[in-house]
Antibody, heavy 119, light 108 residues
Framework: QVQLQESGPGLVKPSGTLSLTCAVS?????????WSWVRQPPGKGLEWIGE???????NYNPSLKSRVTISVDKSKNQFSLNLSSVTAADTAVYSC????????????WGQGTLVTVSS | EIVLTQSPATLSLSPGERATLSCRAS??????LAWYQQKPGQAPRLLIY???NRATGIPARFSGSGSGTDFTLTISSLEPEDFAVYYC??????????FGGGTKVEIK
């Protein structure tokens, strides 16, 4: 059973960089899957941030592309999110998720971690 | 960007009743439309993908239909555990994935 677990600071200062890691267990990050980040502001809907393949190939939401970097560490079986120049509008629960490369949507999700942007 | 509009925002029903949820796309997504269920404090759970395919372990009371721009998730007879928020998501415009705003199914 694949499990995903997010980790990282729960509080980030405005204009700073939000950094999170998603550890994958029960499966290899080098399998034929895309690994994504999705966020959900409190009381609001879901927003896809971006994704990475184990080769390092990435795709980003155009609305966030200028501020987002997603990277993969195959030796640790994990992938990471960096979101720069954050504002209060970036306060959200951030979740990592897996989408098989055969086109099936997100079939495994982490529990999510709340990141608050505040001074 | 393909915008997905879900309606109604809230659906108030009793256990045993039929639930019909709508998702409308701003342009055709072919059949590449999925549905998720989310309960408070939990991660979303994939219910339906590619319009009408149930994900592994999803009960038969959940069904999906539609094509192009108009899609429907039907829960034939609501169980107590079905009261939750439901989101649609398109992958037609991959990698620009988008979600709908959600429909809350609440107990009447």
């Amino acid at each position: 059973q694949v499990q995903l677990q997010e980790s990282g600071p729960g509080l980030v200062k405005p204009s700073g960089t939000l950094s999170l890691t998603c550890a994958v267990s029960g499966g290899s990050i080098s399998s034929t899957n895309w690994w994504s980040w999705v966020r959900q502001p409190p009381g609001k809907g879901l927003e896809w941030i971006g994704e990475i393949y184990h080769s390092g190939s990435t795709n980003y939401n155009p609305s966030l592309k200028s501020r987002v970097t997603i990277s993969v560490d195959k030796s640790k079986n994990q992938f990471s999110l960096n979101l720069s120049s954050v504002t209060a509008a970036d306060t959200a629960v951030y979740s990592c998720a897996r989408a098989p490369a055969n086109g099936i949507p997100f079939d495994y999700w982490g529990q999510g971690t709340l990141v608050t942007v505040s001074s | 960007e393909i915008v997905l509009t879900q309606s109604p925002a809230t659906l108030s029903l009793s256990p045993g009743e039929r639930a019909t949820l709508s998702c409308r796309a701003s342009q055709s997504v072919s059949r590449y439309l999925a549905w998720y269920q989310q309960k408070p404090g939990q991660a979303p759970r994939l219910l339906i993908y590619d319009t009408s395919n149930r994900a592994t372990g999803i009960p038969a009371r959940f069904s999906g239909s539609g094509s192009g721009t108009d899609f429907t998730l039907t829960i034939s007879s609501l169980e107590p555990e079905d009261f939750a928020v439901y989101y649609c998501q398109q992958r037609s415009n991959w990698p620009a994935l988008t979600f709908g705003g959600g429909t809350k199914v609440e107990i009447k």
